[in-house]
């Protein structure tokens, strides 16, 4: 009874979640049509580059600390330091990495003014520090309190932009002030949902903190790069920045399709940070293949049945480009949402070096695939390289993950047990809907 409890309570926060999932595509989608159609495929290239960098930025300024933050959690007298580290060292790190990235900007030669990139760096600290502290409220199961921060920073960022454009002033400086406002947002309604934070950290759990953190930080750095950063760049290089703002729309809409599967992962992690080793194996082997379940059929439905003719619909004809890099994405999208959960349970068994060459391999063999597609099929090939190496990176983390826990191949694969339990609370649901009183 206990379990079947948990199992319905469970189920309702990955519906709540999922429904401010669509609130806020909903809401990037508006977002994203107004500013491909207004600024066209060059202009949405150059907001492309300048939101990827400074994305990638507050990764590597955030120190991976939640990696740190899983891995001491159990014990309970640690929690209110491990928020303050997280706050004040994200700030602290962030600053220095945005700076190091405006220094870099005129050397990469990446399109658009210096001061463009320096008010995106902008918000890289208070970026860097969300992560921190939304790992914090996702590891104290705080996920609707997440639910309506995601809900209110999508507000943010789409509301200015349907006035500049009703009032026919979206450019890319207004763009990227909407989102920067929106990356920083995060950060003071996570201080304020944790309050009260500290202003003095512990310095002997910082040491332990980024001793354990640096060791995971290339990995995850890395395994950014490829899911985000990579291809953009390079296709910018190779190619034009138009090609760019066609294949960012093509990552824009299959990126949502991992909001199941994203949400699963979410959901499932205070257990996986809780539970004994033994338990936690099984229970990141039964959200492993509810999320290939779900995102097989999500992925599969929208790039094969809604995408082409959705993105001209949407975007325009001078879009139509994105359909093919989209589809080609496909099938590397279902591979990557078996890694989070994988990752997940993997840090729990201490071993961040093998992590860290699989993140290390999968990025060169991106960069490599990136130099002999993006040439030959532009952003096709840079979609093709994605997808090859999200594969590449499933097939490494499982095969460690099976090595590591004992479980066999079979018990990761979807059945129609797993198909039941996840209708199961939806028909139940239905059936109360519609009982005769």
């Not at 093509?250 to 940070?273: H, M, N």
């Not at 597609?373 to 499933?394: C, E, F, H, K, N």
Request: hydrophobic content about 55%.
């Amino acid at each position: 009874m206990r379990q079947t409890t948990a199992m319905t309570s469970a189920a309702g926060v990955v519906f709540r979640t999922l429904v401010t999932r669509a609130i806020r595509l909903g809401m990037s989608m508006v977002t994203g049509m107004l500013i491909a159609r207004i600024l066209q495929p060059e202009g949405r290239g150059v907001y492309a580059v300048i939101t990827t960098v400074a994305s990638a930025t507050i990764i590597v300024g955030h120190l991976s600390l939640e990696k740190s933050q899983l891995a001491l959690w159990s014990d309970r007298s640690r929690h209110r330091s491990l928020t303050t580290n997280g706050a004040i060292l994200g700030l602290v790190a962030g600053a220095v990495a945005a700076l190091g990235a405006i220094l870099l900007v005129p050397m990469a030669g990446w399109p658009g003014d210096l001061w463009l990139w320096a008010l995106a760096l902008s918000a890289v600290p208070f970026g860097a520090a969300a992560i921190n502290l939304n790992n914090i409220l996702m590891l104290q199961s705080r996920m609707d309190l997440l639910n309506r921060k995601t809900v209110c920073c999508a507000f943010v960022q789409c509301l200015p932009i349907l006035a500049l454009a009703a009032l026919g002033h979206v450019t890319i400086m207004n763009v990227v002030i909407c989102w920067a406002a929106a990356v920083s947002l995060p950060f003071f309604l996570a201080a304020r949902a944790l309050r009260p934070i500290s202003l003095r950290w512990d310095s002997d759990l910082v040491r332990r903190q980024l001793g354990l953190s640096s060791r995971y930080h290339v990995g995850w750095v890395a395994m950014y790069l490829i899911v985000n950063t990579v291809d953009v760049v390079l296709l910018n290089a190779m190619d034009s920045a138009a090609t760019v703002g066609i294949y960012a729309v093509a990552v824009t809409l299959i990126t949502l399709t991992r909001i199941p599967g994203e949400t699963i992962s979410q959901v499932v992690l205070p257990e996986q940070a809780a539970s004994d080793v033994d338990d936690a194996k099984h229970l990141t082997a039964r959200a492993l293949r509810l999320n290939l379940l779900v995102s097989s059929v999500v992925v599969a439905g929208f790039a094969g049945g809604v995408s082409p003719w959705l993105v001209p619909l949407v975007y325009g004809q001078s879009f139509v480009g994105s359909v093919a890099p989209l589809i080609a994405l496909a099938p590397g999208t279902i591979a990557l949402m078996m890694v989070r959960p994988l990752e997940q349970h993997l840090v729990r068994l201490d071993r961040p070096m093998t992590m860290t060459m699989v993140s290390i391999t999968a990025l060169i063999a991106n960069i490599l695939l990136n130099l002999a597609m993006i040439p030959l099929w532009g952003a096709v090939g840079a979609a093709l390289a994605s997808t090859v190496t999200y594969i590449l990176m499933a097939v490494l983390q499982a095969s460690r993950f099976i090595r590591s826990t004992g479980l066999t191949v079979r018990e990761l694969i979807p059945g129609a047990a797993d198909l039941r339990s996840l209708l199961r609370p939806f028909i139940a649901k239905f059936r109360r809907s519609v009982a005769i009183p």
